[in-house]
């Protein structure tokens, strides 16, 4: 294939995907999933918004210093200050770039930027200058694109290339554009704009009508060889075009497009299970590629099917994004080195002392569970080995439900200081809010439960339950998940784990006397 059938995949996860609600991650996680994107095989990582916050500033520095592979870029509007924090954030990236933006569209123009048609075409032309001082790979995007005139954009990207643009990118930044309609704008911009044949031109689409996807392939079939996407379609409001989605429909159907990602897909599923870990945020069981039921075969009829023929109701093979299933992996003959690998071929870079609690808590889970499956050593290593060091823990606790009475709950933690605390509960509607009744009274901080999600791990009835918890502690978000085969207890350590994650946030925050992270 030539390099004009080769669409460049730039993967926006960490910067429009994760300035989406529900979906902020920390320094620590950021560099996970930038170096899983880099496995998976992304030509571009937009690792942030440089300007927004300290933390944004801090993440896209560590990632442009630390991983390799794939472009790294940071966003920046048509504004002098970005574009110069943007340049000092990638610095120690070999290969960076820097993606600038304004607004074209006539409401955005006139009612948000209040500026003329002139002044924006100036701003864009010297924002990309500016920016070609840092590097020589700059991509500038006309924001809401799609409901800016055609020909106006033309104008704008003329004045983007005459500055040194190497990418352009057209973003449906309110998921207004219909496949047709946006094809054509490409198309049109593609034939009328001077100089575009040397440049790059990108589609960015956003899916508040669920045409997120649909609309960037139309793109690509109308010349465009950039996708701006994100793991599991997240992203502002309703999300963005859906990596898995745009690459494997470009795979699939080869026959229709003629071109090529060099998208490894077979590490589709890991990653989208990795954000999945990482934020809380469970993918729907119905999502296309990565859901629970996307290789499901229940009706009769189908499973029939598949088993005289895979092709009769299957058009790509579960093993082509990575899509495993439910391997049973081990039990308790098992030994530390089977357990190591098998833990390697998970994604997970273990130290030895990582390896040894990770083989104590499978020994656990096996005098207590027949089968062990890799979900389970997944949510053993992320509850108990992944844990940041735990300054409270769960040492014991007794409940005591009846039906119409209200639940006794005592727990007994040990705090950061190594005493033991008690506490007891006989209020609380139900025992998990009992249970948070007794921890709050035991803690020095103001503690709100925002959200509590409960999942079976696997399946069967001795399955590992995994609690997911987002609380408010004086006053900052933070998220916790805990896991054990009693919900109960998995529940106490989702609690105490999203104390320990804030207690860990200000700590570090005061050893680098850096600010708080905002979200944008
Ligand atoms: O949706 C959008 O317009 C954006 C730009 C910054 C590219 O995210
Ligand atoms: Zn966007």
Redesign the pocket.
């Known amino acids: 294939m030539t390099d004009k059938n080769r669409v460049i995949i730039f993967d ?1 996860t960490l ?2 995907g994760e300035q989406s609600p529900g979906f902020s991650m920390n320094l620590k996680e950021k560099l996970d999933m930038a170096h899983q994107l880099a496995r998976l095989g992304v030509d571009v990582i937009e690792a942030g918004f440089p300007i927004t916050s300290q933390g944004d500033f801090d993440s896209v520095s560590r990632i442009a210093a630390e991983v390799r592979g794939p472009v790294i870029c940071g ?1 920046a509007r048509a504004i002098e200050k970005d574009i110069v924090r943007a340049g000092e954030a990638l610095l120690e990236a070999p290969r960076k770039r820097i ?1 600038t ?1 304004i607004a074209t569209s006539k409401v955005h123009v006139e009612k948000k930027l209040r500026m003329t048609r002139e002044q924006v075409i100036q701003s864009a032309h010297d924002a990309v200058k500016l920016a070609r001082t840092f590097t020589d790979d700059v991509e500038f ?1 006309c ?3 799609g409901r800016t005139d055609w020909d106006y954009i033309v104008d704008v990207l003329t004045a983007a290339i005459e500055a040194g643009a190497t990418t352009l ?1 057209i ?4 998921g207004y554009t219909v496949p047709e309609q946006f094809g054509g704008c490409i198309a049109h911009v593609i034939r009328k704009t001077p100089g575009i044949d040397k440049c790059i031109v990108s589609v ?1 689409c ?1 899916n508040d009508l669920g045409f997120a996807t649909a609309n960037s392939l139309a793109g690509v079939k109308n010349g465009a060889r950039q996708i ?1 996407c994100t793991i599991n379609g997240i ?2 409001r309703a999300g ?1 075009t859906s990596l898995e989605e745009a690459v494997m429909m470009l795979k699939v159907r080869k026959d229709y497009f003629g071109v090529e990602t060099g998208i490894k897909t077979e590490e589709i599923y890991r990653t989208s299970r990795l954000l999945s870990r990482i934020t809380g945020v469970k993918v729907q069981p119905n999502k296309a590629i990565v859901g629970g039921n996307a290789f499901a075969h229940e009706a009769g009829i189908h499973q029939d099917g598949i088993m005289k023929e895979r092709t009769t109701y299957e058009i790509m093979r579960p093993e082509d994004v990575g899509w495993t299933g439910e391997s049973m992996v081990m039990g308790k003959h098992s030994g530390r080195a089977a357990l190591a690998k098998r833990l390697a071929s998970l994604g997970f870079a273990l130290g030895k002392e990582e390896i040894e609690r990770a083989y104590e808590r499978f020994k656990d889970l096996c005098d207590k569970k027949k089968d062990i499956y890799d979900e389970d050593l997944i949510a053993i290593v992320e509850d108990e080995v992944l844990q940041t060091k735990p300054m409270w823990s769960l040492e014991d606790m007794e409940v005591d439900a009846r039906m119409k009475k209200q639940p006794m709950v005592r727990v007994r933690v040990r705090c950061a200081d190594g005493q033991i605390r008690e506490a007891t509960s006989t209020e609380g509607d139900g025992q998990v809010d009992g249970l948070y009744r007794a921890l709050e009274s035991i803690v020095n901080h103001e503690v709100r439960l925002l959200d509590y999600a409960i999942e079976s791990v696997t399946s069967g009835k001795d399955a590992l339950g995994r609690v997911k918890v987002r609380m408010k502690v004086d006053g900052r978000e933070v998220r916790g998940i805990g896991v054990a085969t009693d919900v109960i207890v998995a529940s106490a350590q989702a609690w105490l784990s999203a104390l320990n994650r804030y207690l860990l946030m200000s700590e570090l925050e005061k050893q680098n006397g850096t600010t708080r992270p905002e979200q944008i």
Do not use: W, Y
Request: glycine letters at 4%.
């Open positions: 926006t910067r429009d966003l993606h933006f995007s924001e809401d694109a990118n973003p449906d930044t309110v960015h956003h701006e992203g502002e963005n």
